[in-house]
C-alpha cells in the first residue's frame, strides 16, 4: 500500500481481524500507532498495519498488554502529535533540559575518559597477544622443520645399519659359501 492512508475498517479487512478488535489494539497503544488527522478524517499510515499485526501476534501469544507495550517501545517509535499551543510549552521544557549541571558532565567525561583508557588497555594487551601468538607459530614452525630432519636422519642411519648388516652377513658366511654362491 505504498503511501495510501488507510481507515481502520482497511487496515481490518488486511488483517484479517474483526474492526472492533482493531479499534481495541489502536485504544490501547495509540502512542505506536501513526495517524494523520483527526476526529472522522483520522487516516493511518500504511506502518500501522505492521505495528497492530504486531499487537495481534503478541496477544495470540498470550502476552500481556505490558509487555506488548514494552516490545513496541523497543521495535516501533512513538508517535506524538503537536498543537500550537503545546508545541511552546514542550520547546521550553526541552531548552530546560538541555542545561546539564557541570558536575554531572564532569563525572560523564571521567567515566568516558576511564572507559578510552580501558579500550586503550585491551588494545595493547591484544597487540601483545598477537605477537604472542605469532612467535609461537614460528617456533611451532621451527619444531615441524626439526622434526622432518630428524625423520630423514633417522631414516638415512636406518638404511646405513641395514646396508652395515648385510655386509657383515655377507663378511660371517664360511668360506665355501663364498666361493660357490
Do not use: C
Request: aromatic share 8%; net charge neutral; no cysteine.
Amino acid at each position: 500500500m505504498d503511501g495510501k492512508l488507510l481507515t481502520i475498517a482497511e487496515i481490518a479487512k488486511q488483517l484479517g481481524i474483526p474492526e472492533s478488535t482493531v479499534r481495541f489494539y489502536r485504544d490501547r497503544f495509540e502512542p505506536f500507532i501513526p495517524f494523520v488527522g483527526e476526529g472522522r478524517k483520522k487516516r493511518y499510515l500504511p506502518e500501522a498495519a505492521e505495528v497492530l499485526r504486531f499487537i495481534a501476534e503478541a496477544f495470540k501469544r498470550n502476552e500481556t498488554a505490558t509487555d506488548i507495550e514494552e516490545a513496541l517501545s523497543r521495535v516501533f517509535s512513538r508517535t506524538v502529535e503537536f498543537h500550537d499551543e503545546t508545541a511552546m510549552t514542550t520547546a521550553a521544557a526541552q531548552q530546560q533540559q538541555l542545561f546539564v549541571p557541570s558536575e554531572q558532565l564532569h563525572m560523564l567525561f571521567t567515566q568516558f575518559s576511564a572507559a578510552m583508557q580501558t579500550m586503550a588497555d585491551q588494545k595493547q594487551e591484544i597487540g601483545e597477544l598477537r605477537k604472542q601468538i605469532a612467535d609461537l607459530r614460528n617456533e611451532q614452525a621451527h619444531q615441524l622443520e626439526r622434526s622432518k630432519r630428524l625423520d630423514e636422519a633417522m631414516s638415512s642411519i636406518l638404511e646405513v645399519r641395514k646396508e652395515i648388516a648385510a655386509i657383515r652377513e655377507q663378511e660371517n658366511r664360511p668360506w665355501w659359501k663364498k666361493i660357490f654362491k
